[in-house]
């Protein structure tokens, strides 16, 4: 296994070292609170959440290959601690729980270093974005909620949903109005500057400025709470009791907590990495977890996580390398050593309202949006994601998003994409018969694409397509297997079955256009009969040949398939085109394109390219529904270009006559139609554009009786 050191320090550009030092050291400021709140959850003194900020930090910026996230004492994994210290009937902060805690510390650091060695990183390829989405806005949301009573005056809380909406309402009763003030001032200005001057340090400026209050002003007499003082020097480096838990109890305990900071952290990591366009290494991030987590051990803290909190403010002030880390693991160094009573001078609702302000930022909310529109099922596991991890914790909520996933992966292997293909008139290639009505079914044959891989979800779909598409008359059935890459033994049974009961109905069976591997797969799946036999053919081409049906295929319903010329195939190939590309959207998109070209027009005004559009090989019924489009907007146009109204009229109208001409010379058979789809048009350019309507026709009454 191949690692590499400082990855992200590699060839690094002197541009990013301002930014990085700057993020640097206000990612040191927030992790004050936060670790030090953490650390007492996980049973430690508070001293310790900065020890955790400090060589765990500066292992995991060496050997991260993720160029902005950022290790921390997190929530997480030290709820999970604390909440075995209960178990384990230890009281929290006693000396039995600074003996305990670096223990289960270290079996963590060795299961992830078991889950390295394994390459377990590749299981977060199996979690999907809405997974991720939900359960990063989730740990966000949640984050937050244990923040917020600290606005009021009050302390952190802890939890799930119904625990911290109960410290919530508790704290509400009690609300310090002095701190409540205090909070909200600065989360607003945080907000403001977050949309106003993105770049602009400006939680470094409150810190200071929080500072200067406490030392100048009353805070303190107010009742606002500041951040209590911890005493100098850097954590101390010690052997691990492995004599203080039971081995059985630090094995179980501390595997959940490994497979939590695995399972958090990577997709969080993922999760910035997909957002940012950059690649990390799975397998060797579980390394730097790993080492971070030995180093909190041997200097008595509680496990490191990945810290999304951390990474968000990181982002926020453009940190661009793991330099960001090193910097925050350096500046809590000197803190410890020469600036510790700088943090006794911090208040908290100050230091609450930057954290919530970057949690804020990391939300995914607008994925949520996105996926509602685009697929409900996407959205469902979003949302179930955030809700587990919101109302069941992490872990929970992360096996709840990936049984979604993997649910939503099977409905769709059950409905696979398929259809039954026919020959437009004059070609020779195979096409859906739902895509045009010039598409036809050949004479006798039904031919079905499959575009799935065949297994037990979804087989008796094709069989079922397959047997209601076959009448009296059919000789043949093809399966066009293009889209089939592999097949299991269920499908196998099934296909098997399929064709004994074709064959007793006299109808041939192929299987065609697959890639070779699939015979192989027929052949270990005891089908290879059906190769021999010949029903196993290369092209529907050739299956069709072997039935004695050669070019031009005859099509239902007597419809005459002559071979067309070269140039008349390349012209139907433009048919409905835009149609095609858009689909039921095609009539909106072409408003889109119009009002962009029409935007375009007050540029370059030009005419002649907003007449003739843009939209390459437009076929001649959707160039004369653009030139109806552009009717519409016909006064807009004129205002623009500067051009007469009844000028710029009379060359759409020219304009359409020459694709009148053109479709009645390319598609003769096709002229009626368009005759009649030109009265449509014209009905609706005179229910939206009455005016413009007369001018049309008053102009083809003239050019009319010029004739």
Request: charged residues 20%; hydrophobic residues 45%.
């Amino acid at each position: 296994m191949k690692v590499t050191i400082a990855q992200t320090l590699q060839h690094y550009e002197k541009k990013n070292l301002p930014k990085d030092i700057c993020a640097g050291i206000i990612i040191m400021a927030v992790s004050i609170p936060i670790s030090m709140g953490y650390a007492q959850i996980a049973g430690l003194p508070a001293v310790y959440g900065l020890y955790g900020s400090v060589f765990p930090i500066l292992l995991f910026a060496l050997f991260s290959t993720s160029p902005q996230f950022i290790f921390g004492v997190d929530a997480a994994p030290a709820a999970l601690i604390g909440g075995a210290l209960i178990d384990l009937h230890i009281e929290s902060g006693s000396e039995a729980a600074l003996k305990v805690v670096p223990v289960l510390t270290l079996f963590v650091a060795v299961w992830l270093l078991a889950f390295y060695l394994m390459k377990a990183g590749k299981l977060v390829n199996y979690i999907s974005a809405p997974v991720m989405g939900g359960f990063i806005t989730g740990i966000c949301t949640t984050i937050i909620l244990m923040q917020v009573p600290k606005l009021f005056g009050g302390t952190a809380g802890t939890g799930e949903l119904l625990e911290l909406a109960g410290h919530i309402g508790n704290t509400l009763g009690q609300i310090h109005i002095p701190s409540l003030i205090m909070g909200v001032i600065a989360l607003v200005i945080l907000l403001a500057a977050k949309k106003l001057v993105p770049k602009f340090p400006m939680a470094v400026v409150l810190m200071a400025v929080g500072a200067l209050m406490t030392k100048f002003l009353p805070v303190r007499e107010w009742g606002i709470q500041t951040l209590s003082a911890v005493q100098t020097g850097l954590p101390r480096w010690k052997a691990v009791d492995l004599s203080a838990v039971p081995l059985k109890d630090a094995i179980t305990i501390s595997l959940s907590v490994a497979v939590v900071i695995m399972a958090e952290t990577l997709l969080a990591e993922n999760n910035f990495a997909q957002k940012n366009r950059y690649r990390i290494n799975d397998n060797q991030e579980l390394l730097a977890f790993s080492l971070g987590n030995f180093a909190a051990a041997l200097t008595g803290c509680c496990p490191i996580n990945g810290s999304v909190s951390r990474t968000a403010m990181g982002e926020q002030y453009q940190g661009k390398t793991q330099l960001t880390g090193i910097v925050a693991g350096i500046s809590m160094m000197i803190l410890l050593l020469c600036g510790t009573g700088f943090i006794g001078f911090l208040p908290v609702p100050v230091l609450t309202a930057i954290v919530i302000s970057a949690l804020l930022g990391a939300t995914e909310f607008e994925l949520a949006v996105r996926l509602w529109k685009v697929s409900r099922t996407e959205c469902l596991i979003f949302f179930g994601a955030f809700f587990g991890v919101l109302l069941l914790g992490t872990i929970n909520g992360v096996l709840i998003g990936i049984m979604l996933s993997f649910t939503a992966m099977i409905i769709r292997t059950a409905k696979p994409a398929r259809c039954f293909l026919g020959i437009q008139t004059g070609h020779s290639h195979f096409r859906d018969l739902k895509e045009s009505s010039s598409i036809h079914a050949v004479e006798h044959v039904v031919i079905y694409r499959f575009s799935s891989n065949l297994c037990f979800a979804n087989v008796s779909v094709l069989q079922k397509d397959i047997e209601d598409a076959i009448r009296e008359d059919t000789r043949a059935v093809i399966l066009d297997a293009g889209g089939i890459g592999s097949i299991d033994i269920t499908a196998a049974d099934c296909l098997e079955r399929l064709y004994g009961s074709l064959k007793e109905k006299g109808i041939r069976f192929y299987m065609t256009e697959h890639i070779a591997e699939v015979n192989e797969q027929l052949r270990r799946l005891g089908l290879g009969y059906m190769v021999e036999e010949g029903c196993v053919r290369r092209t529907i081409h050739i299956a069709l040949k072997d039935m004695g049906i050669r070019r031009p295929y005859p099509l239902e319903g007597g419809v005459d398939n002559v071979e067309k010329s070269a140039s008349r195939k390349r012209a139907d190939n433009r048919v409905q085109e835009f149609v095609w590309a858009f689909g039921s959207e095609a009539e909106q998109e072409m408003e889109k394109q119009i009002a962009r070209q029409i935007a375009h027009l007050k540029s370059n005004k030009d005419v002649d390219e907003l007449i003739h559009g843009r939209w390459s090989h437009m076929e001649a019924l959707d160039e004369d529904e653009w030139l109806e489009h552009l009717e519409e907007h016909l006064k807009e146009i004129v205002n623009i270009s500067g051009k007469d109204e009844e000028t710029l009229a009379k060359r759409l109208e020219e304009h359409r006559q020459e694709v009148h001409d053109r479709i009645a010379q390319e598609h003769p058979e096709l002229a009626e139609r368009f005759r009649e789809r030109r009265h449509l048009l014209d009905e609706h350019l005179r229910e939206r554009r009455p005016e413009v309507y007369e001018l049309v026709i008053r102009l083809r009454e003239k050019k009319e009786h010029e004739k």
